[in-house]
């Protein structure tokens, strides 16, 4: 068995996720559960990311990750401890990340496997990105070989395409029931991260539940077109996003409902353009988008993604396949887990752009 533990961009918590799986062609989900990070550890994150722009960063305020990475650790443990795991179970510790720039060659979760394997008696496989990315690749996204068993085993049909709209949000095109080099993925852009930003500096809540902020305001039409013109400029330099690559200083001075409702449009154009773009260059006909990650329960933010799309393109939770969208990405880190261990690569050059098809992990043994 693997437990996958992922805390993502949004910092709230850890998602845990206990599979059963050979780690090549089935998986059996036995336990998901989501842990909240106490509201000191949920400060001390936004704080430090706050800070980190550049890779000067992480030695200025080295004492303070350091510091900040004990916590996240411990707290990781004692997750470990709340689920009833057999003896031989490994660990698959993603972290928090931290900063993010293949460019650079660095990809900076904090999460300490040495500690977390004393304090857990587990055999542990963390630092998932590192390898990827001396390979040439972008270290992300690294889900897409989970998502190919996720459609190959819940039968669904292909070509299919997994909309993970987390801080940032990814694709992967699933074309190929048995090769999994014809796996296409890729950052997209932003997902929830500039509306979270926004909703946290603005007022005393974590996120728009539901949509509820954007849904009562109105779209500023000059900062919305300035925005695209920012992001397409961008997105010529970047092939993979950390959160630290988008900022909301672009709409500062509005209030916390108009901002909202013009960084949900902003996103929603985003997501919609890059899926429409990706799908005319797709060599076979893609129709089917599942939506995984936080930003699906966002509502406004789906409904205006889908008003952008062609009619031909259906969107679906990937919930209504029986599969809890919650957990995707902490069952993938756990299925990453049992490959790692097996030698198996975990990112081919269409996934992440790495020059050969790369394993990755490093394992701390019990």
């Known amino acids: 068995m693997s437990l996958g533990l992922m805390s993502g961009t949004s910092g709230d918590g850890v998602d845990a996720s206990l599979i059963k799986s050979n780690g090549i062609d089935q998986y059996e989900s036995v336990k998901d559960k989501y842990f909240e990070y106490d509201s000191d550890i949920y400060k001390d994150i936004h704080i430090i990311k706050d800070k980190i722009h550049n890779i000067e960063h992480l030695n200025k305020f080295e004492k303070e990750l350091k510091n900040l990475e004990r916590k996240l650790t411990i707290f990781h443990a004692k997750v470990v401890k709340q689920i009833e795991t057999s003896e031989d179970t490994i660990i698959g510790f993603h972290g928090q990340t931290i900063y993010h720039n293949p460019k650079e060659k660095i990809s900076k979760q904090l999460g300490n496997g040495k500690l977390l394997n004393q304090l857990t008696k587990k055999d542990i496989i963390f630092n998932f990105r590192n390898n990827d990315i001396l390979n040439d690749g972008q270290g992300a996204p690294l889900a897409p070989v989970f998502h190919h068993l996720m459609a190959v085993q819940n039968k669904i049909s292909l070509p299919v395409c997994f909309l993970n709209i987390g801080g940032i949000s990814n694709i992967t095109i699933v074309n190929s029931k048995n090769d999994l080099s014809k796996l296409e993925s890729r950052d997209i ?9 926004w909703v946290r500096k603005n007022s005393n809540k974590k996120f728009d539940f539901d949509g509820q902020f954007a849904s009562s305001g109105i779209r500023n039409e000059i900062i919305y077109e300035q925005a695209q013109e920012l992001y397409m400029n961008q997105k010529n330099k970047k092939l993979s996003f950390d959160t630290n690559d988008f900022d909301v200083s672009f709409i500062r001075g509005l209030s916390l409902q108009d901002g ?22 797709s060599k076979e006909k893609i129709k089917d988008v599942l939506i995984c990650g936080g930003g699906r329960k966002n509502k406004v933010l789906i409904k205006k993604i889908k008003k952008n799309l062609s009619d031909d393109i259906k969107l679906n939770l990937v919930d209504e396949y029986n599969i809890n969208g919650d957990f995707v990405e902490s ?16 990112t081919y050059p269409n996934t992440t752009g790495c020059k050969i098809a790369s394993t990755g992990g490093e394992l701390i043994k019990n």
């Not at 997902?191 to 979270?196: A, F, K, S």
């Not at 756990?334 to 975990?346: D, E, V």
């Open 189 to 197: 852009g932003p997902g929830n991260c500039l509306i979270d930003s």
């Open 260 to 281: 909202a409702a013009t960084l949900t449009d902003f996103t929603a154009s985003i997501i919609s353009d890059e899926l429409s773009l990706s799908f005319i260059n």
């Open 331 to 346: 069952q993938a880190f756990a299925f990453l887990a049992i490959r790692s261990i097996k030698g198996l690569p975990i």
